[in-house]
C-alpha cells in the first residue's frame, strides 16, 4: 500500500509539472537562521566570517520535499560590505524533481547615522532544475504478479536538465529597536520548464521585525531577556504566505511560536527552540511545522535543523552595530 501511495503521488506530481501551473521557490521556517536566502542584504552584517548549514524535511512520512542549504559570509573594510556565498539543494517528489543553486552575494553598508543603517545587497545565481523521468512509475508498467516491471510507452520530454543565471536584489534599514527588509528575487523569470513554457515568477519579500528588553540586565553587550515581534510576506506569482512570530531570547536560550497563512487558508504553526550561548561561537536551532491546513498533518508536517558557526572576528573591522533580528 505504501509503495503505490508513492506512485500516485509521483503521477499526480508529474501533471503538476506537465501543467502551466508556475514553480514555486522552496521555503524554511527559520526565515532568519538562513538570512542570505531571505534577503541578499544580509551578507556581512555579523562583520565576522559565519558560516549557515540549514536542513528541512516537509511531509517526511511520504519523502516529498527535502531541503539543504549551506552559506558563508563575511564584512570586508576595504569592499565597504560584505561577501556571501550560497548553495542550495532541494529534492521534490521523493527525487524526482531536483533543483541545485549556487550563488554569489555582495551587500553594500552604509551607516546614516550612529542609531540607523542601510544595506544594499545584489545576488547572481547560477540554477539547474533536473526531471528523473527513470524514477516515474506509470500504470502501463504494471505486472500483475511482479510488480512495475514492463516498459512504459508514455513519452518524456526533450531535456531533463536547465541551466539558468538568475538575479535578485534586496535592502535593509535597521536601527538597535527595529528593522524592515524587503527583497526582489528572480528578476530575470527564467523558463524552467520541461514541457510548455513556465517561467519562475517574480518573488517579493516583505520582513519587519522588533527589540523589545524585558530586562535591562545585560550579558555579553546583549539584553539578557528581549522579545522580537516579527512578519515575513511573502509573494510569487499566483501565491503568497504571511508569517507572524514571536521569539524570545533568554539567556542562551532562544524560542518561539509563529503562524503561516497562505492563500486562503492557514498553513501551520511554528514551534521553534534554539540554544544560542552569547559566549559560544555557534547556535542551533530546531523548528516544527504543525500542518492545520486542509492537507492535515497525516504526512508528519516539516521538520527543520539549522546550525551557524562564527569565525573569529578580524581585528581590524569597522564598528557598525548588526541588525538585532531573531536569532532562527
Request: with cysteine; net charge positive.
Amino acid at each position: 500500500m505504501l509503495n503505490r501511495g508513492k506512485t500516485l503521488f509521483q503521477l499526480l506530481f508529474f501533471f503538476c509539472i506537465a501543467s502551466t501551473v508556475k514553480a514555486q521557490d522552496p521555503h524554511f521556517s527559520q526565515y532568519y537562521a538562513n538570512p542570505l536566502y531571505l534577503n541578499p542584504a544580509f551578507a556581512g552584517v555579523a562583520r565576522c566570517p559565519k558560516v549557515h548549514l540549514n536542513y528541512r524535511s516537509q511531509y517526511p512520512l511520504g519523502n516529498v520535499y527535502q531541503t539543504f542549504s549551506a552559506s558563508y559570509d563575511q564584512y570586508f573594510d576595504a569592499l565597504k560590505g560584505g561577501l556571501g556565498f550560497l548553495v542550495l539543494r532541494d529534492e521534490a517528489g521523493d527525487g524526482v524533481l531536483n533543483l541545485t543553486e549556487i550563488g554569489a552575494v555582495y551587500s553594500y553598508h552604509l551607516q546614516v547615522s550612529r542609531k540607523f543603517s542601510i544595506l544594499a545587497g545584489f545576488q547572481a545565481n547560477f540554477r539547474q532544475r533536473t526531471l528523473e523521468w527513470g524514477n516515474f512509475r506509470f500504470p502501463d508498467m504494471i505486472d500483475p504478479f511482479f510488480g512495475f516491471v514492463r516498459p512504459t510507452e508514455e513519452v518524456g520530454p526533450d531535456r531533463v536538465q536547465n541551466n539558468h543565471v538568475d538575479l535578485s536584489i534586496g535592502f535593509i534599514g535597521y536601527s538597535e529597536a527595529f528593522y524592515v527588509g524587503i527583497a526582489g528575487h528572480h528578476l530575470t523569470q527564467p523558463d524552467e520548464s520541461f514541457f510548455v513554457e513556465s517561467r519562475l515568477p517574480f518573488k517579493l519579500t516583505i520582513h519587519s521585525g522588533a527589540n523589545i528588553p524585558i530586562s535591562r540586565r545585560r550579558l555579553y553587550g546583549e539584553y539578557q531577556s528581549v522579545l522580537i515581534p516579527n512578519i515575513v510576506f511573502q509573494n510569487q506569482g499566483t501565491f503568497w504566505s504571511f508569517f507572524g512570530g514571536l521569539s524570545f531570547n533568554y539567556s542562551a536560550i532562544t524560542g518561539g511560536l509563529g503562524l503561516r497563512h497562505g492563500n486562503s487558508n492557514p498553513d501551520a504553526l511554528v514551534i521553534l527552540l534554539g540554544l544560542a550561548p552569547a559566549e559560544m561561537p555557534w547556535r542551533i536551532g530546531y523548528s516544527y511545522d504543525y500542518t492545520i491546513s486542509r492537507l492535515t498533518n497525516a504526512l508528519g508536517g516539516a521538520h527543520e535543523i539549522s546550525l551557524m558557526y562564527q569565525f573569529a572576528c578580524p581585528k581590524k573591522v569597522k564598528k557598525i552595530e548588526p541588525v538585532r533580528c531573531p536569532k532562527f
